[in-house]
C-alpha cells in the first residue's frame, strides 16, 4: 500500500460494537468537501461498522504492518478514543483528533471512552464529541503531543495501588503482632 499522495486515516478498532456515527460524520465531511477523497486517499479501518462512506478506501481491520505503513504515511488522523490507539498515537508526531465511542449509542458498553477523552482534553489533546468539533479540527489540524498514554497510567496506577496494598498489609501485620 505504498503510496506518496496525501492520505487521511480513519481508525476505529476491532471492537464488536459499530461506530457508524463516526462513519456518517466523515460522509458529511466528504459530502461538504471538507474531506476530498478526489485529492487525498481516505483510508479507513472500519471495524465492525455497518455504514462507510463512499469513495473511500474501506478495510474491516489491516494487518499489522500495512496498518503501520499508513499512519506513518498519514498527513493526519481520526480515530476512536481506544486505549490502544492511543498507545499509538501517543509514539507518533501526526497531527490526530479522537472521537469517543458512547454507551448511549451503543458504541460500546459504557462510557469509558468519554471518561478517557474528557481526560486527554486536560492534557490538549483534540476531542471530537460533535460533528462540529471533527469540522473545526480539520480546518486546523494540530500536532498535540499525549503526555501520558493509557499503558503508562495504568501502569502508574496499578504500581500505586500495589503500593497501598503492601503498606496496608504492613500496618495490618503490625496490628495483629501488638
Request: proline share 6%; charged share 20%.
Amino acid at each position: 500500500m505504498a503510496s506518496q499522495e496525501p492520505l487521511i486515516l480513519v481508525t476505529v478498532g476491532t471492537e464488536k460494537f459499530p461506530f457508524n456515527r463516526l462513519m456518517r460524520w466523515i460522509d458529511q465531511l466528504i459530502q461538504q468537501n471538507v474531506i476530498k477523497p478526489n485529492q487525498e486517499k481516505i483510508v479507513i479501518q472500519y471495524g465492525s461498522c455497518t455504514f462507510t462512506p463512499q469513495k473511500t478506501n474501506n478495510f474491516a481491520v489491516l494487518p499489522s504492518e500495512d496498518f503501520k505503513n499508513i499512519v506513518a504515511q498519514a498527513r493526519l488522523i481520526i480515530a476512536h478514543c481506544g486505549e490502544g490507539t492511543i498507545d499509538l498515537l501517543s509514539t507518533i508526531k501526526k497531527p490526530f483528533v479522537l472521537v469517543p465511542r458512547s454507551g448511549e449509542y451503543q458504541e460500546h458498553v459504557d462510557d469509558h471512552q468519554l471518561e478517557l477523552a474528557e481526560e486527554l482534553s486536560k492534557q490538549g489533546v483534540h476531542i471530537a464529541n460533535c460533528f462540529e468539533d471533527l469540522v473545526d479540527f480539520m480546518a486546523n489540524p494540530k500536532l498535540t503531543p499525549i503526555n501520558h498514554s493509557p499503558t503508562e497510567y495504568y501502569t502508574r496506577v496499578s504500581s500505586l495501588l500495589e503500593q497501598q496494598f503492601e503498606n496496608k498489609l504492613s500496618s495490618q501485620d503490625l496490628a495483629v503482632k501488638i
